[in-house]
C-alpha cells in the first residue's frame, strides 16, 4: 500500500495535519458481493441482482466511492429513488445520462449515500458537551482541533459552532468538517436552510446565530467563517491527528461490517490522549481498544 502525504500548516497554535491519501486497501481481504454474507444475508433481505450491482459498481466508481464498503440493505432500497432523481426508466438510461452529463453525478450519489441529520440532536448529548466535555478538553489548552466526519448538509457542526460560540470559545478552535458528497459539501459551506430544518433550533440560537430571509434561514457569518469544509471519503482519505474531538454521528452504521472495522481503530490514533469521539445512539466502536465510554455516545481515548 503506497501513501501520499501533504502538509498543511492551519491556525499558529495548530498542530500540524498530515492528509494520508491509502492508495491501497484499508482492510487486507476485500469481499465481493457474491461472498460477503452481510450482503445478502437474511438480515438485509435479498442481494442485489447482477443489473443493480452493475449500476451501483458503475455509479459509486464514477463518484470515486468504493460500492463495497456499504451494507446492500440500504443501497438496495434507494436505486428506486436514484432513477426517479436522475429521470431514467432504467439502469442504462441512467447510466447514458451520468456518463453524458457528468454533473447529475452528485445529486445521483446522493439519492444512495444519504446524511440524515439535524441540528442539536439528542440533546443529552449536548448538554454533556457544554457541562463536561468541552470544558475538560480545554483545561491547559489555549485551542481545540474539532473534525466531524460525514458531515452532511452541517448540522452537527454548525451545533457546536454555536454551542462554542455561546462559550465563548469559538475563536480558540479549529474546525473542519468532510462528507464524501459534493452537493452536501456545498450545501453545508452555504450554511442555508428551510424551514423544515431549522424546527429544532432553539428559539434564542435561531435569533442570534441565523438570519431569515424569504422562508429560509441563513447561519451568520461568523459562525460559516469559523468552519472548513471539504469533500473527502473518509473510508479512502483520512485526517490523521492530533484531533481533540472528533463526530461521527450515525455515518457507520450504512457501512458494511468490514470498512466500520477499519475506520474506528484509525479515528481512535487520531484523537490525542484524552480527546473525545462522539458517535450516534446506535453505534458502539466496538473494533477499538483505547476507548472509554464516559456518556450517551461520548468517548474518551484513555491517557
Known amino acids: 500500500m503506497s501513501v501520499e502525504v501533504e502538509r498543511k500548516s492551519l491556525s499558529p497554535w495548530a498542530p500540524e495535519f498530515r492528509h494520508i491519501s491509502?492508495?491501497?486497501?484499508?482492510?487486507?481481504e476485500r469481499l465481493t458481493l457474491a461472498h460477503d454474507p452481510s450482503l445478502g444475508s437474511e438480515r438485509d433481505g435479498a442481494p442485489l441482482s447482477e443489473d443493480e450491482e452493475s449500476f451501483l459498481r458503475f455509479l459509486f466508481k464514477e463518484a470515486g466511492l468504493d460500492l463495497y464498503k456499504y451494507r446492500v440493505k440500504t443501497l438496495k432500497r434507494r436505486i428506486g429513488a436514484c432513477l426517479r432523481a436522475l429521470h431514467a426508466g432504467s439502469f442504462a438510461d441512467a447510466r447514458r445520462m451520468v456518463q453524458q452529463k457528468p454533473a447529475l453525478l452528485p445529486g445521483a450519489i446522493s439519492t444512495m449515500v444519504i446524511g440524515v441529520t439535524s441540528f442539536l440532536r439528542d440533546s443529552s448529548v449536548w448538554e454533556m458537551m457544554h457541562n463536561e466535555v468541552i470544558p475538560a478538553l480545554f483545561?491547559?489548552?489555549?485551542?481545540?482541533?474539532?473534525?466531524?466526519?460525514?458531515?452532511?448538509?452541517?448540522?452537527?457542526l454548525y451545533s457546536l459552532a454555536m454551542l462554542l460560540a455561546e462559550m465563548k470559545l469559538l475563536h480558540r478552535c479549529h474546525l473542519l468538517g468532510t462528507d464524501c458528497r459534493l452537493d452536501a459539501v456545498k450545501r453545508a459551506?452555504?450554511?442555508?436552510f428551510d424551514g423544515v430544518a431549522i424546527k429544532?433550533?432553539?428559539?434564542?440560537?435561531l435569533s442570534r446565530y441565523f438570519i431569515e430571509k424569504e422562508a429560509?434561514?441563513?447561519?451568520?457569518?461568523?459562525?460559516?467563517d469559523a468552519i472548513h469544509w471539504r469533500r473527502a471519503d473518509v473510508l479512502t482519505l483520512h485526517e490523521p491527528g492530533v484531533?481533540?474531538?472528533?463526530?461521527?454521528?450515525?455515518?457507520?452504521?450504512?457501512?458494511?461490517?468490514?470498512?466500520?472495522?477499519?475506520?474506528f481503530p484509525r479515528l481512535e490514533m487520531s484523537l490525542r490522549s484524552g480527546g473525545v469521539l462522539v458517535l450516534g445512539k446506535a453505534e458502539r466502536p466496538l473494533a477499538a481498544c483505547?476507548?472509554?465510554?464516559?456518556?450517551p455516545c461520548i468517548y474518551r481515548r484513555d491517557r
Open 22 to 28: 491509502f492508495r491501497g486497501p484499508i482492510v487486507r
Open 139 to 156: 483545561k491547559g489548552r489555549y485551542g481545540l482541533a474539532i473534525w466531524c466526519l460525514g458531515c452532511s448538509d452541517g448540522h452537527e
Open 189 to 192: 459551506r452555504s450554511g442555508q
Open 200 to 205: 429544532s433550533v432553539p428559539a434564542d440560537f
Open 216 to 224: 429560509s434561514w441563513r447561519v451568520i457569518p461568523a459562525i460559516r
Open 243 to 263: 484531533w481533540d474531538l472528533i463526530l461521527c454521528r450515525n455515518m457507520t452504521m450504512y457501512l458494511a461490517p468490514e470498512a466500520s472495522a477499519a475506520l
Open 290 to 295: 483505547h476507548l472509554s465510554i464516559v456518556g
